[in-house]
């Protein structure tokens, strides 16, 4: 299986409707690839909080359609990164969307832990519920956005509910690179699964991005790391490995202690 991260940085001098033709176009070039990612709320910029209102949109929005149009083109699996989501009750969400080869809006979800504290996307964004897993014909993928990363929790109720390759796109900052790569690793190894993590280089609304996309397999050694301005990250994976590792190594069968508070489930699978 072929996966492309694409690490878009944000140009604050370009227009969001120009930033979504050159991703799609990005998104095209990659259509020898089965599996595109784009990282976390790349139309505004992560740390762009003053323009999450303005620039929200609603699920099927102008994102959604341009999204949904590159995947159809380029015939690829598209997790189009993330998108300050306007719900039509007035809440704000940081909400990922994936889409089928068709262009079929596959499955949708919203993030659950958000950044913060008392500020920014903590105060701005209203919390997902909802854990997604997203299957396609080679590998069942589980969704994670930015911050959820350092929720193990949230992963392991994701391999509960089948996930073999967890899609992690973010826009995390340069200064806790070294916390990015070792909870990519660490989230492999726990779940015995591939980590795809899509990051921003550039800099968003003064905040230097760490950009360093990485894949990690489910021994917890990294196949491919990108630099900090490299745009696009190809690498080739063999999703059977997965139940090769958990074969080999059977330390998921030794759990003991569960979720401790379950959240409720959201499955797709293509047509």
């Known amino acids: 299986m072929r996966a492309s991260l694409i690490q878009i940085a944000v140009d604050e001098g370009e227009s969001v409707e120009s930033r979504r033709r050159r991703v799609a176009a990005l998104v095209r070039e990659q259509a020898g690839s089965d599996l595109v990612v784009l990282p976390e709320l790349w139309t505004t910029g992560a740390f762009a909080f003053e323009e999450f209102g303005s620039e929200a949109e609603p699920l099927d929005g102008p994102t959604y359609e341009a999204m949904a149009k590159a995947a159809s083109d380029a015939g690829v699996w598209l997790h189009a990164g993330s998108i300050p989501e306007r719900d039509p009750d007035g809440p704000l969400y940081n909400t990922s969307l994936v889409f089928s080869p068709s262009g079929d809006l596959a499955a949708a979800y919203r993030k659950i832990h958000r950044f913060g504290f008392d500020k920014g996307e903590a105060v701005l964004m209203s919390a997902g519920e909802d854990l997604v897993t997203v299957r ?6 589980g969704l994670a956005t930015c911050y959820d990363l350092r929720f193990p929790e949230l992963f392991r109720g994701l391999v509960d509910a089948g996930a073999e390759t967890l899609i992690v796109p973010a826009g995390w900052p340069e200064r806790r690179r070294a916390h990015w790569t070792l909870l990519a690793q660490a989230r492999a190894i726990e779940n015995q699964a591939f980590v795809l993590a ?3 280089a550039g800099t968003h609304a003064r905040v230097p991005q760490a950009g360093h996309s990485i894949v990690v397999d489910p021994w917890g050694r990294i196949l491919a790391e990108a630099g900090a301005d490299q745009e696009v990250l190809t690498v080739d994976f063999d999703p059977g490995n997965v139940a090769t590792t958990r074969e080999l190594f059977p ?7 569960g979720i401790t508070t379950p959240r409720r489930r959201q499955s797709s699978r293509p047509s």
């Open 136 to 141: 396609l014909p080679d590998t069942t993928l």
């Open 198 to 200: 899509c990051g921003t």
């Open 251 to 257: 330390a998921l069968k030794d759990r003991v202690l």
